[in-house]
């Protein structure tokens, strides 16, 4: 069973989530990538984030990027937004993304920036996986050389 779910807003943010998906891949996480849009697929976004059991949820959106928002609406699982430089440079996105009212919180990264959501959710998991910890340590102290 996946570990992290990644929802991609439509077919063009799928370059987005395979930088996710390189990331969780090298750290060896079970992920599952779905294509559902907030405004043109509501129904399926709400059944993909309902019968997950992933432990995080990363969700790439670029636009209006009410995806991240509309998935954290559904769920007390920890949601990381990717905004996507669409229009505006992405900053469209980003602020959307970063602007959620109280109660509903979006963990925001920078544009395009799908390998940091996926560091992201591989440190929420490694609270509770002492080997994901030390791998993701090992992976932060070779940055550092």
């Known amino acids: 069973m996946e570990r992290v779910l990644i929802i991609a807003g439509s077919e063009?943010?799928?370059?987005?989530a395979e930088?996710?998906?390189?990331?969780?891949?090298?750290?060896?996480?079970?992920?599952?990538?779905?294509?559902?849009s907030a405004h043109r697929n509501p129904e399926k976004v709400e059944k993909i984030v309902s019968s997950t059991g992933a432990d995080v949820i990363i969700a790439v959106a670029g636009l209006s990027a009410a995806l991240?928002?509309?998935?954290?609406?559904?769920?007390?699982?920890?949601?990381i937004g990717v905004p996507v430089g669409v229009k505006l440079d992405?900053?469209?996105?980003?602020?959307?993304?970063?602007q959620m009212p109280a109660g509903i919180p979006v963990a925001t990264v920078g544009i395009d920036n799908g390998k940091?959501?996926?560091?992201?959710?591989?440190?929420i998991l490694a609270l509770?996986?002492?080997?994901?910890?030390?791998k993701?340590?090992?992976?932060?102290?070779?940055?550092?050389?």
């Not at 991240?68 to 949601?79: E, F, Q």
């Not at 992405?90 to 970063?98: K, T, V």
């Not at 940091?116 to 440190?123: D, Q």
């Not at 509770?128 to 030390?134: E, G």
Request: charged content about 30%; hydrophobic content about 45%; cysteine-free.
């Open 12 to 16: 063009s943010d799928r370059k987005i």
């Open 116 to 123: 940091n959501a996926a560091l992201l959710a591989i440190s």
């Open 90 to 98: 992405g900053m469209d996105a980003l602020l959307s993304m970063m």
């Open 136 to 145: 993701l340590k090992s992976y932060r102290d070779k940055m550092k050389k």
């Open 128 to 134: 509770n996986d002492s080997t994901l910890a030390n």
């Open 19 to 36: 930088k996710a998906e390189e990331a969780l891949r090298e750290f060896g996480i079970e992920f599952r990538t779905e294509v559902a």
């Open 68 to 79: 991240p928002g509309v998935v954290a609406s559904k769920t007390a699982k920890p949601v």
